[in-house]
Structure formats: structure tokens, C-alpha cells
């Protein structure tokens, strides 16, 4: 008599990378009570797809009940939707005997925005910051400029907020890129 698999609820967290730079999903797994761990080289099925972002499998977007034979963790990318954002999908393992888990398994990914933040002081002194907090020279307004390192060219320009403070996350057009 063969008994079913059964496949693992998995989580991750990451920084946006921003535009379609995809990031690998957690490797997925599970028992199964004649086949022991379940898991790379194995078949497994997609079963639900995250309602935001593509899920990838060696570069070609996943259809939701997509089966996966021979099954590479490395292969299985998610490219998220710009923004903050949690997804979920299903999946299902089968077994040597083509049995599937009647429970599929959660993957649950969450996504946050890359955030560049500070405050501006007024301290002209120069030494210890102990100014006030400011977003004006005179009556001109500061703005927060988020350049390119290698162009020098400004790629995101903020007013400076009344408090003094500014913030660049993924949403306001920051490329959450390692090099910035």
C-alpha cells in the first residue's frame, strides 16, 4: 500500500531588487514514507500562482498545475511586483508511485522596499551634529538627491520634508541595486 507525500510550508523574506531581477525562491521539500526526503531531482507540482509578480522555473514563467520533473531549487525564481508586497503559492510533491500530496504546501514570500532615509540639520558649526532639523536655506527649499555613483548623474530627487527628513524607497523610482 503506498502512503502519500507530503510537502513543506516554506517562508522568505527579501529586499525588493526592483524592475524584473528575480530572486530564487526557498528550496522546496517534503517527506514521503517509502522515498524518504523529498526535494531536488524530484517532481513536483506548482499548483497555485502568487496573485502579484511572476514565478519563473529555468526562465519561463510558471502556469498555475505546471508539473516540474526533475526538479532544480535553483531553477525556481520570483521576479516581485515593484512595492512591498507578501505572496503566496501552492505546491504539491509526488511520489515514486506518481501519488501526490492531497495537502499541497505554502510558500509564503515577502517582499519589503528598499529604504534610503535621514535627516537634514541645519548645524553650521560643523562639529557635532546638534543643529535643527530643516528643509530650507533661507526660503529655498533642500532636496535629497540619490546620484549614481559611477554616471554621477542624479537618478531620484526629493523635496527634503518640513521635519528635515527624506526618504527613497523602491516605490518612488529608487533602483534597489547593490551598486547605489
Avoid at 531531482?41 to 514563467?61: F, Q, R
Avoid at 520533473?69 to 511520489?95: C, H, K, N, R
Avoid at 562639529?127 to 538627491?145: F, K, P, S
Amino acid at each position: 500500500i503506498d502512503q502519500l507525500p507530503d510537502s513543506d510550508d516554506k517562508t522568505a523574506s527579501y529586499v525588493n531588487p526592483g524592475g524584473t531581477t528575480e530572486v530564487t525562491v526557498p528550496t522546496l521539500t517534503g517527506t514521503d514514507p517509502e522515498d524518504g526526503l523529498l526535494g531536488s531531482g524530484n517532481t513536483v507540482v506548482i499548483e497555485t500562482l502568487p496573485a502579484t509578480g511572476i514565478l519563473y522555473y529555468d526562465g519561463t514563467a510558471v502556469t498555475a498545475g505546471q508539473t516540474i520533473t526533475g526538479y532544480t531549487p535553483s531553477l525556481l525564481t520570483y521576479d516581485p511586483a515593484d512595492g512591498s508586497s507578501v505572496a503566496e503559492f501552492d505546491y504539491a510533491f509526488l511520489d515514486a508511485a506518481g501519488e501526490k500530496d492531497p495537502s499541497p504546501a505554502t510558500v509564503t514570500l515577502t517582499v519589503d522596499d528598499l529604504t534610503i532615509s535621514g535627516t537634514v540639520y541645519d548645524d553650521s558649526d560643523g562639529g557635532t551634529i546638534d543643529g535643527l532639523a530643516t528643509n530650507l536655506i533661507g526660503t529655498n527649499t533642500l532636496y535629497a538627491n540619490l546620484v549614481d555613483p559611477v554616471t554621477g548623474l542624479t537618478l531620484v530627487s526629493l523635496p527634503v520634508e518640513p521635519d528635515g527628513t527624506y526618504i527613497f524607497t523602491t516605490t518612488n523610482g529608487v533602483i534597489a541595486n547593490e551598486d547605489y
